[in-house]
């Protein structure tokens, strides 16, 4: 099973992502969520690469299991950043050998500071593109790429962004998914700008619910944009209230992943932060009207 023939199948995909703990409290606490959520049968989990060494094999770890112990189809995020290209081979060789065949291909940012000066690994990859090159050279992989609505920081401008978003398509990608928004105006804008750049490949969008009033002041950092004003608006009326505002984020979500999803968006990909409750709701309500044949995995 990948990821690129799930797309071909036309039905929209549905994907949750979690990230490795730091704790074993966590790790325990992430494989409840994990098991709630293969109950659901979704379309793919995916497991973030962690910047430094630990949790690094932790993702390694995580993803091999997710294939071995349970009924869900792993995507391992994989980093070029700080790995040499025979460790980058020595990885990619190793999620084959357990099967894990579908890689999210990334740069990865420099340690510490996202935006801090990036330094090429003496025998790493420069950019993306080079390791969904090296991946597919390794083997029969369905790999996706980031897309970055806002553009990604280090951009200068739009156009250069898009360019390059088109050349890691290019070099093989089969699908990308994008960081986090809350316009879905946004979303059909990159893909407007992308298609208009002669690339028809399928652009996942990321949604993560606000669940609670501090995220609207941390949407430039998470998405790289403020929080839409008239959607502010609706939280700014319930903002004492953190059950309201938890419903409202969710009814949001749920409206932005309708919109998207009637305007042809390929699937949704669910940010949980390991928390399963919030996109569970939102997938329920929003997948089962859709997906006849996840009707079954209904609780
Ligand atoms: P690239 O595509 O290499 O782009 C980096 C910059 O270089 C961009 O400005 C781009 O326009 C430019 N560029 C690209 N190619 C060229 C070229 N050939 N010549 C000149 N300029 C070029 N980070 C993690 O650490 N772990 C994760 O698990 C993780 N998962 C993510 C999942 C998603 C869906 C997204 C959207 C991001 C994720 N990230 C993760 C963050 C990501 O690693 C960073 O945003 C990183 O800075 C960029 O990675 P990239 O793969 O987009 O890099």
Known sequence: R?????????????????????TDEG?????????QIEALAPSFVSVTYGAGGGTRDLTVEITEQLQTDTTLLPVAHFCAVNHSVSELRHLIGRFASVG??????????????????????????????????LIKELGDFSVGVAAFPYKHPRSPDIESDTKY?????????DYAITQMF????????????VAAAGCDTPII???????????????EQLSGAPFPRHLAAE????????????????????????RLLDEGAPGIHFITFNQSTATREIYE???YDRLPATAGARP
Request: hydrophobic fraction near 40%; proline fraction near 9%; aromatic fraction near 8%.
């Open 182 to 193: 809350f316009d879905p105006e946004d979303y059909l804008r990159l893909r407007d700008r």
């Open 100 to 133: 894990v065949n579908n890689i999210l291909a990334l740069r990865g940012d420099p340690p510490g500071d996202p935006l801090g000066e990036w330094v090429k690994h003496p025998e790493g990859l420069e950019y993306a593109d080079e390791l969904v090159r």
């Open 165 to 173: 978003l088109v050349q890691k398509c290019r070099a093989g990608a």
């Open 2 to 22: 990948d990821i690129r023939e799930l797309l071909k199948a036309g039905e929209p995909t549905f994907s949750f992502e979690f990230f490795p703990p730091k």
């Open 285 to 287: 309500q929003v997948a």
């Open 235 to 258: 939280f700014d009326k319930v903002a004492d209230d953190p059950e309201s505002v938890r419903k409202l984020g969710i009814e949001q979500a749920q409206r932005m992943c309708e």
């Open 205 to 219: 969008p990321e949604i993560m619910p606000v669940v609670k009033y501090s995220t609207i002041g941390m949407s």
């Open 27 to 35: 790790l325990r606490k992430l494989w409840q969520v994990i098991r």
